[in-house]
């Protein structure tokens, strides 16, 4: 019987855990990083343990670290969560060694499918379909797709459509699986493209019961990782699904698989071809949990414990679809800071890493939380959860929800029609458009969320007056102009109101406006530290910049820079100065949130300074090169 848990992860999957435990009376173990010593995780379990440190390897990577937090905890069983040394044998190992319980397969099971050279082969000698392998040094078509043997997430992958581009793109691959996994083996195989990407949840104990738990698609992505899961899949014929569960099962009895775990396949119409199996529980997980009706973190632990399973999985009801929110802007280039406001309404599913006032550090990855919309059909789901994007308070930080509405609200997604090329050009969103903000000339509806904010400023301003509070804000005898709030997104005149528009209330807080018998509600924020304005209404969400009135100089950049677009590490120099660049050609790598990210130059010319070398620390906006453009 476990007593106390300690979950060797953080973030989302920590929180998630712990919610089980306690509805289960199991004391909780939280390990912390230096750079997640306020986060959520870490308050919210019985006990923490601190792993000095902020990089990966030093903290949550570090196995006789971890153990040595469950020996001074008392924790007598451990969960890795998904990600980190979710998917090490060597840890797996370690944790039975000491004398814990481990929550999670077998470590030869993880083995077996730790490698995905390896586990291709395994699949194919049971039976399960598999694509060919591809010779990496010298393959024999193209396109075709190269990832890391070991872990998962988009990490360690690179779509190659030309022979010139593979050398350079395998390096980079190798490099950023050893970042990841610890092990840069790589394999190639040939591209389907336009493919769906599905997959199969499967649940084992140790008395030989095996279920599948239905089929999820997650073929909506960006950067090779999943952006929004659904369950069951639209797009798939009953034969496909039933040919998917039985390969699964097939897939756990060949390699002895105890607990949770999943199978995943790309589909093109009636073709099948396994991708990889993941030995542990999956980020999106919940979908499963709510069609089929169960706690797959439950039924972990009992499994752990030694319970049988029942002879047969529960049936599936419904649908539920997940979004994962991110934060990263339109380039989905990761942000970090400060999350002033984090509120997500309406009738979902939050799991969530972060609350307000959580700060996200460039160390680990952007995911701040998974909203799950259920409904009794895939159409009452993806309305739930637009009406819950759309209602979603997100200050501080730019995030991926914009593109999320898009997503679910497409016509395309709506019928079904999904692949992994969904995001990509050419697909249905591509490119995704960019955040909505209030047009820099008004007109309409469009400049009524910067006429609240100017309101509400002034409102403001009249709460904190300690003379003539009174009067109204701006009064003059003898007015020579109108009002106005400048912001460097419009310029709003805000008395007299625009023709049509009236005040129905304003405070600091909260603007409420009728025009032409139309009333709506804006909610207005400002937070200390933070000069802009949010205004969100059934209109959007809007961010406005304040212009000061006297602004203060401001220290010019070098026409010809690069700046950097997130705080991270220079994984790699690729010019010198005086070196001759063209558009587009790749200047700089630097690594942030446990992915490469490659800094291009905007323009064809001459290197004329390098600011940076290899191993620096950087900030976001730090000039990294300059570029002096060729001129004609």
């Given at each position: 019987?476990?007593?106390?848990?300690?979950?060797?992860?953080?973030?989302?999957?920590?929180?998630?855990?712990?919610?089980?435990?306690?509805?289960?009376?199991?004391?909780?173990?939280?390990?912390?990083?230096?750079?997640?010593?306020?986060?959520?995780?870490?308050?919210?379990?019985?006990?923490?343990?601190?792993?000095?440190?902020?990089?990966?390897?030093?903290?949550?990577?570090?196995?006789?670290?971890?153990?040595?937090?469950?020996?001074?905890?008392?924790?007598?069983?451990?969960?890795?969560?998904?990600?980190?040394?979710?998917?090490?044998?060597?840890?797996?190992?370690?944790?039975?060694?000491?004398?814990?319980?481990?929550?999670?397969?077998?470590?030869?099971?993880?083995?077996?499918?730790?490698?995905?050279?390896?586990?291709?082969?395994?699949?194919?000698?049971?039976?399960?379909?598999?694509?060919?392998?591809?010779?990496?040094?010298?393959?024999?078509?193209?396109?075709?797709?190269?990832?890391?043997?070991?872990g998962g997430g988009g990490r360690g992958m690179r779509i190659v459509r030309h022979a010139g581009e593979l050398a350079a793109e395998v390096e980079s691959a190798r490099r950023e699986a050893e970042a990841a996994f610890g092990d840069g083996a790589l394999l190639a195989e040939p591209l389907l493209e336009a493919a769906r990407h599905v997959e199969v949840q499967v649940l084992a104990d140790g008395h030989g019961t095996v279920w599948a738990l239905?089929?999820?698609?997650?073929?909506?992505?960006?950067?090779?990782?999943?952006?929004?899961?659904?369950?069951?899949?639209?797009?798939?014929?009953?034969?496909?699904?039933?040919?998917?569960?039985?390969?699964?099962?097939?897939?756990?009895?060949?390699?002895?698989?105890?607990?949770?775990?999943?199978?995943?396949?790309?589909?093109?119409?009636?073709?099948?071809?396994?991708?990889?199996?993941?030995?542990?529980?999956?980020?999106?997980?919940?979908?499963?949990?709510?069609?089929?009706?169960?706690?797959?973190?439950?039924?972990?632990?009992?499994?752990?414990?030694?319970?049988?399973?029942?002879?047969?999985?529960?049936?599936?009801?419904?649908?539920?679809?997940?979004?994962?929110?991110?934060?990263?802007?339109?380039?989905?280039?990761?942000?970090?800071?400060?999350?002033?406001?984090?509120?997500?309404?309406?009738?979902?599913?939050?799991?969530?890493?972060?609350?307000?006032?959580?700060?996200?550090?460039?160390?680990?990855?952007?995911?701040?939380?998974?909203?799950?919309?259920?409904?009794?059909?895939?159409?009452?789901?993806?309305?739930?959860?637009?009406?819950?994007?759309?209602?979603?308070?997100?200050?501080?930080?730019?995030?991926?929800?914009?593109?999320?509405?898009?997503?679910?609200?497409?016509?395309?997604?709506?019928?079904?029609?999904?692949?992994?090329?969904?995001l990509s050009p050419g697909g249905p969103l591509s490119p995704p458009s960019p955040p909505s903000s209030p047009s820099s000339r008004p007109s309409g509806d469009s400049g009524l969320p910067a006429l609240a904010a100017a309101l509400a400023m002034a409102a403001g301003r009249r709460r904190e007056a300690t003379v003539l509070a009174g009067l109204p804000g701006g009064?003059?005898?003898?007015?020579?102009?109108?009002?106005?709030?400048?912001?460097?997104?419009?310029?709003?005149?805000?008395?007299?109101?625009?023709?049509?528009?009236?005040?129905?209330?304003?405070?600091?807080?909260?603007?409420?406006?009728?025009?032409?018998?139309?009333?709506?509600?804006?909610?207005?924020?400002?937070?200390?530290?933070?000069?802009?304005?949010?205004?969100?209404?059934?209109?959007?969400?809007?961010?406005?910049?304040?212009?000061?009135?006297?602004?203060?100089?401001?220290?010019?950049?070098?026409?010809?820079?690069?700046?950097?677009?997130?705080?991270?590490?220079?994984?790699?120099?690729?010019?010198?100065?005086?070196?001759?660049?063209?558009?587009?050609?790749?200047?700089?790598?630097?690594?942030?949130?446990?992915?490469?990210?490659?800094?291009?130059?905007?323009?064809?010319?001459?290197?004329?300074?390098?600011?940076?070398?290899?191993?620096?620390?950087?900030?976001?906006?730090?000039?990294?090169?300059?570029?002096?453009?060729?001129?004609?």
């Amino acid at each position: 019987m476990i007593t106390r848990l300690l979950v060797a992860n953080r973030g989302e999957i920590a929180r998630r855990v712990f919610r089980t435990c306690r509805s289960l009376g199991v004391s909780t173990v939280a390990v912390f990083s230096d750079a997640d010593s306020g986060a959520p995780h870490a308050r919210e379990a019985d006990l923490a343990v601190r792993l000095p440190g902020t990089h990966p390897a030093e903290t949550y990577l570090a196995v006789d670290r971890i153990i040595e937090a469950c020996r001074v905890s008392g924790a007598d069983a451990v969960h890795p969560g998904y990600g980190f040394l979710s998917e090490n044998a060597a840890f797996a190992r370690a944790v039975l060694d000491a004398g814990l319980t481990w929550v999670g397969p077998p470590p030869e099971a993880i083995e077996a499918m730790g490698s995905k050279i390896a586990a291709k082969r395994l699949m194919a000698e049971v039976g399960v379909p598999v694509l060919p392998s591809l010779d990496l040094a010298a393959p024999d078509e193209f396109p075709l797709l190269v990832k890391a043997s070991a872990g998962g997430g988009g990490r360690g992958m690179r779509i190659v459509r030309h022979a010139g581009e593979l050398a350079a793109e395998v390096e980079s691959a190798r490099r950023e699986a050893e970042a990841a996994f610890g092990d840069g083996a790589l394999l190639a195989e040939p591209l389907l493209e336009a493919a769906r990407h599905v997959e199969v949840q499967v649940l084992a104990d140790g008395h030989g019961t095996v279920w599948a738990l239905g089929e999820r698609e997650c073929s909506v992505q960006r950067r090779h990782q999943k952006v929004v899961e659904e369950c069951p899949s639209p797009g798939i014929s009953e034969r496909t699904r039933e040919l998917l569960c039985a390969a699964a099962v097939r897939a756990a009895r060949r390699i002895g698989y105890v607990g949770a775990g999943t199978v995943e396949f790309l589909v093109k119409g009636e073709r099948v071809a396994f991708l990889e199996m993941n030995t542990r529980l999956q980020v999106e997980h919940p979908v499963t949990e709510l069609v089929f009706g169960v706690d797959l973190v439950r039924l972990q632990l009992e499994v752990a414990e030694g319970a049988a399973l029942p002879s047969g999985p529960p049936a599936p009801r419904g649908h539920a679809i997940e979004a994962r929110l991110y934060a990263e802007d339109a380039a989905y280039v990761p942000q970090t800071g400060v999350l002033r406001r984090f509120e997500v309404p309406g009738d979902v599913r939050v799991d969530s890493g972060v609350e307000s006032g959580s700060r996200v550090s460039p160390h680990y990855d952007a995911m701040l939380a998974k909203i799950v919309a259920y409904g009794a059909t895939r159409a009452e789901a993806a309305r739930k959860l637009a009406a819950s994007l759309r209602g979603a308070r997100l200050h501080g930080l730019t995030t991926n929800r914009d593109l999320l509405l898009e997503i679910v609200t497409d016509p395309a997604f709506l019928a079904g029609e999904t692949n992994t090329a969904f995001l990509s050009p050419g697909g249905p969103l591509s490119p995704p458009s960019p955040p909505s903000s209030p047009s820099s000339r008004p007109s309409g509806d469009s400049g009524l969320p910067a006429l609240a904010a100017a309101l509400a400023m002034a409102a403001g301003r009249r709460r904190e007056a300690t003379v003539l509070a009174g009067l109204p804000g701006g009064w003059r005898n003898v007015r020579s102009q109108p009002a106005r709030a400048r912001f460097e997104e419009a310029d709003v005149v805000y008395d007299p109101l625009p023709a049509g528009v009236t005040v129905v209330s304003a405070r600091p807080e909260e603007v409420v406006l009728e025009r032409d018998g139309l009333r709506r509600t804006f909610q207005v924020a400002r937070y200390d530290g933070d000069e802009r304005v949010y205004v969100d209404s059934s209109m959007g969400a809007a961010v406005l910049t304040p212009v000061p009135r006297l602004p203060e100089p401001v220290e010019h950049v070098a026409p010809g820079s690069l700046l950097a677009p997130m705080p991270g590490s220079v994984l790699r120099v690729e010019v010198a100065e005086g070196d001759t660049v063209a558009r587009g050609q790749p200047v700089l790598v630097l690594e942030a949130m446990k992915m490469e990210h490659r800094i291009a130059a905007p323009a064809g010319g001459v290197v004329s300074d390098v600011r940076v070398e290899k191993g620096q620390q950087v900030e976001a906006g730090a000039v990294l090169a300059i570029i002096q453009e060729e001129t004609t």
